[in-house]
T-cell receptor, first 113, second 114 residues
Framework: GENVEQHPSTLSVQEGDSAVIKCTYSDSASNYFPWYKQELGKGPQLIIDIRSNVGEKKDQRIAVTLNKTAKHFSLHITETQPEDSAVYFCAASPGSNTDKLIFGTGTRLQVFP | EAGVAQSPRYKIIEKRQSVAFWCNPISGHATLYWYQQILGQGPKLLIQFQNNGVVDDSQLPKDRFSAERLKGVDSTLKIQPAKLEDSAVYLC????????????FGPGTRLLVL
């Protein structure tokens, strides 16, 4: 079945710097890749997603890139702010016989003022 | 628009006891999910409903876990009997139609099994 690996597990940056989180997936049939942000005591919230027919997608300070050949995708956050501090999860949808999401292990991002 | 509601928010039980969690999804959402999130890990899908039918329960430990979705709306997840390793946050999510639509998560129920 699908396996999603996420790196790094923790990331500390200075306010205003950029942050990059990387994920790899194993199932070449996967075709949907969302990113979720989880704040303490809350459920995950979708921040951006990308489908396999697109190589890059941007939404203000957040962008996601997808390399289907290498089977990896990345989240880029520019001009980080303290409120970006949270745990970020990537996920992949195998797209074969079910359309469930397989989540990565998460990256704890800390943005220091 | 109201979000996904879950109750209780916290539960502490002893091993071998039973426990039940309740979820009310966003109105009109056909797909409902129960995830288990162990500390330091990503959510793991336990069961996925499409309306009131089960789409995927391959990761549900069926000897102790059960779930139902009443009339295609609210859902309950039960554990009986609980084990220490069941300590986790149980997240409910819903989406309009399928996992490749935005999933909206509830706040979760934090379960501690002693």
């Amino acid at each position: 079945g699908e396996n999603v690996e996420q790196h790094p597990s923790t990331l500390s940056v200075q306010e205003g710097d950029s942050a990059v989180i990387k994920c790899t997936y194993s199932d070449s049939a996967s075709n949907y890749f969302p990113w979720y942000k989880q704040e303490l005591g809350k459920g995950p919230q979708l921040i951006i997603d990308i489908r396999s027919n697109v190589g890059e997608k941007k939404d203000q300070r957040i962008a996601v890139t997808l390399n289907k050949t290498a089977k990896h995708f990345s989240l880029h956050i520019t001009e980080t702010q303290p409120e970006d501090s949270a745990v970020y999860f990537c996920a992949a949808s195998p797209g074969s016989n079910t359309d469930k999401l397989i989540f990565g292990t998460g990256t704890r991002l800390q943005v220091f003022p | 628009e109201a979000g996904v509601a879950q109750s209780p928010r916290y539960k502490i039980i002893e091993k071998r006891q039973s426990v039940a969690f309740w979820c009310n999804p966003i109105s009109g959402h056909a797909t409902l999910y129960w995830y288990q999130q162990i500390l330091g890990q990503g959510p793991k899908l336990l069961i996925q409903f499409q309306n009131n039918g089960v789409v995927d329960d391959s990761q549900l430990p069926k000897d102790r876990f059960s779930a139902e979705r009443l009339k295609g709306v609210d859902s309950t997840l039960k554990i009986q009997p609980a084990k220490l390793e069941d300590s986790a946050v149980y997240l409910c999510a819903s989406s309009l139609q399928g996992a490749q639509e935005t999933q909206y998560f509830g706040p979760g129920t934090r379960l501690l099994v002693l």
